[in-house]
């Protein structure tokens, strides 16, 4: 099961140091989350470049230009540990139970929680 979910901040915790060109110990928000395949997509992580062919204006998108563009790929989600927003380091995430009261009815809800910290995510 993947705890971590769109609009998460992140943190690589795998791969090349930064001083070797790498991403590890780089922050960023999660943008999506791919369950099938275990990846997800981080802001400003794994940058690639991606070689675009000029296409026909009645074509795909109305692409009219070509070119090299930039942007990010998926990274696996066990490369990346959830941040900790009172500390702002990585943690593991736990579950706890809580009984709350909506529109006069009593519900449990399951609500995500910093290992580290305690602290609601």
């Not at 999506?32 to 802001?43: A, G, Y």
């Not at 490369?79 to 519900?107: C, F, H, Q, W, Y």
Request: charged share 35%.
């Amino acid at each position: 099961m993947a705890n971590i979910k769109k609009g998460d901040i992140v943190q690589v915790i795998a791969g090349a140091k930064q001083e070797r060109g790498g991403d590890r110990g780089k922050q960023g928000e999660v943008l999506s989350v791919d369950r099938e395949r275990n990846r997800v997509l981080v802001k400003g992580i794994k940058m690639v470049k991606k070689h675009k062919k000029v296409q026909s204006t009645e074509g795909a998108n109305g692409r009219t230009t070509g070119g090299i563009e930039i942007a990010e790929a998926y990274i696996h989600i066990s490369n990346v540990a959830l941040i900790d927003p009172s500390t702002k380091k990585p943690t593991r995430l736990g579950a706890r139970v809580e009984t709350v009261t909506r529109d006069g009815a009593k519900k449990t809800v399951r609500v995500r929680v910093a290992k580290s910290s305690g602290k609601e995510i």
